[in-house]
């Protein structure tokens, strides 16, 4: 996965487009996981479609089966050297009887690892603390996001706080919880 991942960024990279990766490439990165079956990328709205065509362009495109649970204004998939990557913008979930948009933005990519002379983005783990959740994940990712906030604290409570105006009660209770209000 590494080789495809190194393809990817150095094509983004080299367009200038601004990308992160989310999903399990992000808990792996802070060890939180063993695997990740797949590459989540995340894009801003001015560099969705040279993203979309870049991935293309190196990959084979495959059809997505609407989840009425997901909003997302663009979501494509990909076949890249056997991995699936998915690219997304306007990352959105749908909860209960509202709609939570992700803010992808330059605040939300919090990390980066050099890799042959490529820049690897990552957003957040409190980014996808919140995402999970709304997800209805209760599973190991949550518990151990939770875990891992308990013994090494919230690392970007900006992007916590910036959540709780457009997140259902319950949930508006576990983030603060998380930030200690």
Not at 132 to 138: K, P, S
């Given at each position: 996965m590494l080789f495809t991942l190194l393809l990817i960024a150095q094509k983004l990279n080299s367009e200038g487009i601004m990308w992160a990766l989310g999903g399990s490439s992000v808990l792996k990165k802070h060890e939180l996981v063993e695997t990740v079956n797949d590459i989540d990328i995340l894009v801003s709205k001015k560099d969705?479609?040279?993203?979309?065509?870049?991935?293309?362009?190196?990959?084979?495109?495959?059809?997505?089966?609407?989840?009425?649970n997901y909003l997302t204004t663009?979501?494509?998939?990909?076949?890249?050297?056997?991995?699936?990557?998915?690219?997304?913008?306007?990352?959105?979930?749908k909860y209960e009887n509202q709609v939570y948009?992700?803010?992808?933005?330059?605040?939300?990519?919090?990390?980066?690892?050099d890799i042959a002379k490529e820049h690897i983005y990552y957003t957040s783990l409190e980014d996808w603390y919140v995402l999970?959740?709304?997800?209805?994940?209760?599973d190991e990712k949550v518990k151990n996001l939770e875990?891992?906030?308990?013994?090494?604290?919230?690392?970007?409570?900006k992007l916590l706080s910036r959540t709780l105006e457009n997140v259902p009660k319950d949930l508006k209770l576990k983030i603060?919880?998380?930030?200690?209000?």
């Open positions: 969705i479609e040279k993203a979309n065509q870049i991935l293309s362009n190196i990959g084979t495109k495959i059809e997505v089966q609407p989840n009425p663009y979501f494509y998939s990909y076949i890249i050297m056997k991995f699936k990557v998915d690219l997304m913008c306007d990352f959105k979930i948009s992700y803010l992808f933005d330059e605040s939300s990519i919090t990390s980066s690892d999970y959740r709304l997800m209805g994940r209760e875990k891992h906030f308990e013994l090494h604290g919230i690392k970007n409570p603060k919880y998380q930030l200690k209000l």
